[in-house]
């Protein structure tokens, strides 16, 4: 059976595929990637296509109406090809670069190149690069290639006790790499505490070394370019995690990948590969080659971790929730396929627990929550909300599944923070007029996580919701903004000739329970890690706050809808990125990645579905502010 | 173009073939392995194969005779396929197996399994296994599974401050491995100085871990099966080197692997073949598959070590003779392609210089050398003699081109010790009468080393060469053995009814003159050493006589003729094949690989073409035994 040709549209761009395979799977080999939020199980709805032309076998239609069917909408994951095609992908079912969280300094972020961190820890990268000038060998002076140039590395590199290896691959080149070069050489090694190896040999140069501080989030993968001897970031990319196609959430993506060997080979290989996409651009842009990195740090989750060595993550997602290691081992990157020197070492951080993963420990590293005998607390609020809280003498964490409503997932016009996304809102509490602020100042679109942060805290503000999120219809009669719709009470955020769209952007009292569920369950999780070390909410000291929600937070909202707890503004520090500031930490000091792993080490996990504290408390955190009004005093005004 | 099909007898087999490919490889590529000592140059004359039916294309026909080639005898390596062909390959032109020096025990060689050695060194395996029972996780007792392994082995095999590495391999395969096993496990570990790395977990089971030992030589390759955990060879097996197809000795495989890339992988992969065919029959032999295999240590020569590697070895050839690497990295199995664990460590004895290499630091472990203070002289007789001299407080060490007379090369019926050699010869002086020992004791077709000792013994004794080694023709004109032949003289050791052959058995004129440069050669390296160190002869204590060659070897004999020095013969010991026993050593006790690491940095390489002392000496021992004679004052009647 010859393959089909299949178009899509508006790129007019044709490939051929085989029947049987999912309109899904075609348009990630025409390189145009659908969301999937389900992980091809039929069920989210966010994959539609339109088919224009031809006549596929189709398996299910989802949630689809009975008007979009007969408009040719079908879910991409549930119809399959069985002769030539011609689709439209719409806008909305596509995966859209957006504003990636690089790390851009901000209000109180901690500088990126601030040498405070760097300076106490000492610059001592992991890969190093040095110049060796040799005596040519003669008949008296015949050491061999390796032993000569080992003494002299040896020599100039100080290295001690130290042992240099070389592998096999650098010394089959070694002899051809010493004479061309006249016995004038660059060699990069890497650096670590169990030896260095070589990693290049290259005709003398005073080129520093380069390395990639990587940043592997569930949504968003973001690289930097770290000159090693400067400690400079000398470039940076961010992208989507292409592996969304696969999945939102840590857990499709697990069930996917736990499915047959090729879904982790596959899932494995699409990080990869969406990591080599920005490595390429930056190497492009800096005039570089692969040949010039030669080390790489990685801080991601514990699933992406996994999922970036090819390591089955399906035990994450089984109780007791095991994953295969917590400390990771360096391999080559030409074990992995990464745009490196193939013998260049690429290191992971280390993880605690499944649900507790390596950018965690990079979080708590860089905001020196080990350091002194204050306790501080660190919140990393993304899809899941996880929290260290700790000093010098213990560190807690844990995981609090808050559900994707932050990052704009299970909210009707929910969306990541990316221009078009309401981030601010002000509702007049009389005539409940609306003013919005809108992230590019472009025409709202949807509203991300601060925004809905923001929206919840006016909306009680206004008296439009009661403290258990119920929209109170009756209070605002006169207002057309306020509303019940088919199924489900809403109240309008901007009206569709504003949006410039062709529906009312609304929220909706299901979206305002959504977000109660969230911020109870962070906020529950930040009060059994207390009642765990007995220490009260006032005898935290700082506490601070990382991930992309993070960065655009307004501090007094979160108090007032009971997400963050009520001390003084002056005690909130945002830090951005944290990962990927650990990760650059890192790679720049081997103080600071032995630091690392010991944290990793350090850290107790505490597993909230075992007894019954996590889930009394999450009960109890289910009101605006909260059901226990006196952890709020600042709040008890708004009730 | 289609291939043909080349038939060959008298297997009557038939492979296919292209256009241009010669009969040598055509021959190879049927397994049927031809001599060729010139490396495919036309040259050497060895590789004859017989047309019997079709019409090559002859390039050249190199030293046949017009008589051959009418026969349709041809040169394989200088004749091309352009047709079918019938061709028969006769005897003499193969490559066969043969009496492969495994460490028999024999008179004076030192006990196989002897326990003094490796008691004094401790046996401590490179490679363990360890059985372990883990408790199933739990909700409270959450730790990832690399994590309660390695606690667990840290534990049981008391680590301390070792690191013990998982690869990435083992890691993803480790969750299933675990569970499948019901938490009882058998975990092969690789054990070395810079840490332990786990290279296989299976199912909970008391089965010993296995090593083996591996001499590379450059004519035969033997394998020792070892049981690390008791020490005894289970089992053995050794070949011929099948890169033998390639030339005879290291020069002209070192000349055909820097021809071009395809010949470096072509001869490497020539060895690992011959290696994998040794281990395959003795895992097949002992029920155990490659996953027993947990370590391996190989002993040999520069050269046959950097093939082995697939090193390009050009530079050991040319002047000033520069070996990439004298310290060789361990490598895993799978990265050369060894039937064993993919992850098990290869490791390789460590050279000194291009023409001293592993197997003689083997030798040097093995003979305890540098032990005590009385000095040592240890000397490996093959193509090359290597040398060394010393005591615990220095070491000095040589090559010299003996050529591979005492091999049989470039002797007119010269052959390796094997079924049909002439091991030993008596002459009667009066009648020159012959009486022949045959090793097997089968009908004499050839000569071997210790037969050519001997028999210039006898000629000399008989007074039928002279000191210089010329033919005395007039001396015993009555006798028909001793003959002027068309270009040569000669004396017959068999008549050709008693060797069940068409011509007699003789030693020419040429044939001792051949011996006469082999055996100067190494007294001269002998002499070089003792005076650089500035050490009288009668000082040496002890002799070690390694190599096939040794094994044979009659000492009086030798003395005579001035290869070994005039010393009481109480002095000599023979020890076999020295590399296979250093192989198993090092491989079950680690100090004595890190001896062995020590001594190949300690020993001090002397370059014999440095300076006119060598050459000085040579000369002066081309006469039998030597000029001087008194430095055989045991030889003085036989003049």
């Not at 047959?260 to 990080?271: A, C, M, N, P, S």
């Not at 006016?458 to 258990?468: E, P």
Request: charged share 20%.
């Amino acid at each position: 059976m010859p393959p089909y040709q299949i178009k899509f549209k508006p790129e007019n761009c044709i490939i051929e595929a085989d029947a049987g395979t999912s309109l899904l799977k075609a348009a990630a080999q025409a390189e145009i990637h659908i969301k999937s939020g389900c992980g091809g199980k039929g069920t989210c709805g966010a994959c539609k296509v339109v088919v224009k032309s031809g006549d596929p076998l189709v398996l299910g239609t989802g949630n689809l109406t009975a008007e979009q069917i007969s408009a040719g909408v079908r879910l991409a994951c549930q119809t399959r090809i069985r002769g030539d095609l011609t689709l439209e992908v719409p806008p909305e079912s596509r995966l859209q670069d957006h504003q990636v969280l690089m790390g851009d300094v901000q209000k109180g972020i901690l500088p990126e190149s601030g040498p405070d961190l760097l300076e106490r820890f000492g610059h001592h990268s992991l890969a190093a690069k040095q110049r060796i000038s040799l005596p040519a060998p003669t008949l008296t002076t015949n050491t061999s290639d390796w032993d000569r140039l080992n003494l002299e590395l040896r020599w100039v590199l100080k290295a001690g006790e130290k042992p240099i290896h070389i592998p096999l691959a650098i010394l089959k080149n070694l002899p051809e790499a010493l004479r061309q070069a006249n016995w004038d050489v660059s060699v990069t090694l890497t650096d670590t505490d169990s030896g260095m190896t070589v990693t290049y040999v290259e005709p003398g140069n005073d080129r520093p070394p380069y390395g990639l501080a990587i940043d592997i989030g569930t949504t968003t993968v973001v690289v930097y370019l770290i000159n090693l001897r400067t400690g400079e970031i000398e470039d940076q990319q961010g992208s989507y995690n292409k592996q969304a196609k696969f999945g939102d959430d840590v857990i499709s993506r697990i069930v996917y990948a736990a499915e047959e060997t090729k879904h982790l080979e596959g899932i494995q290989h699409t990080v990869i590969e969406t990591i080599n996409a920005l490595i390429d651009t930056i190497l492009g842009r800096q005039s570089l080659t692969s040949c010039n990195i030669s080390c790489a740090m990685v801080a991601g989750n514990t699933t992406m971790t996994q999922l970036f060595l090819g390591v089955d993550p399906r035990y994450i997602r089984l109780e007791p929730y095991i994953p295969t290691m917590t400390g990771v081992p360096s391999v080559t990157a030409q074990e992995i396929g990464l745009h490196m020197l193939p013998e260049a070492l690429v290191h992971c951080y280390p993880a605690v627990a499944s649900y507790v993963g390596g950018d965690i420990v990079a979080g708590t590293l860089i905001t020196d929550l080990a350091k002194g005998e204050e306790i501080s607390l660190f919140i990393d609020i993304g899809t899941n909300g996880e929290i260290v809280l700790g000093n010098q003498d213990w560190l807690v964490t844990c995981a609090c599944s808050a559900g994707p409503s932050f990052e704009g997932g299970g909210i009707t016009f929910g969306m990541r923070a990316m221009p078009g996304a309401i981030e601010r809102v002000i509702i007049e509490p009389e005539t409940l007029d609306v003013s919005l602020k809108v992230i590019g100042n472009s025409l709202p679109v949807g509203i991300c996580g601060s925004g809905l942060v923001d929206c919840v805290a006016k909306l009680l503000g206004a008296g439009i919701i009661d403290r258990a999120g119920n929209f109170q219809l009756g209070h605002h009669s006169g207002s057309e903004r306020l509303r019940a719709a088919s199924d489900d009470k809403e109240f309008v955020l901007a009206w569709a000739e504003q949006a410039g769209g062709e529906k009312d952007v609304v929220i909706t009292e299901n979206d305002v329970k959504n977000i109660i569920r969230a911020k109870g369950s962070i906020y529950a999780g930040i009060r059994c890690l207390l009642k765990m070390v007995a220490v009260d909410m006032e005898m935290i000291s700082r506490i601070v706050i990382a991930g992309g929600f993070g960065n655009y937070l307004n501090v007094h909202d979160a108090v007032q809808i009971g997400l963050l707890p009520d001390l003084e503004p002056e005690r909130f520090e945002f830090i951005g990125n944290a990962a990927i500031k650990g990760a650059r930490l890192a790679l720049l000091s081997q103080n600071a990645w032995r630091e690392a792993a010991e944290l990793g080490r350090k850290m107790t996990y505490v597993e909230l579905s075992v007894g019954a504290t996590y889930m009394d408390e999450y009960v109890a955190a289910l009101f605006l502010p909260h059901t226990d009004l006196s952890l709020f005093p600042s709040c008890q005004n708004s009730d």
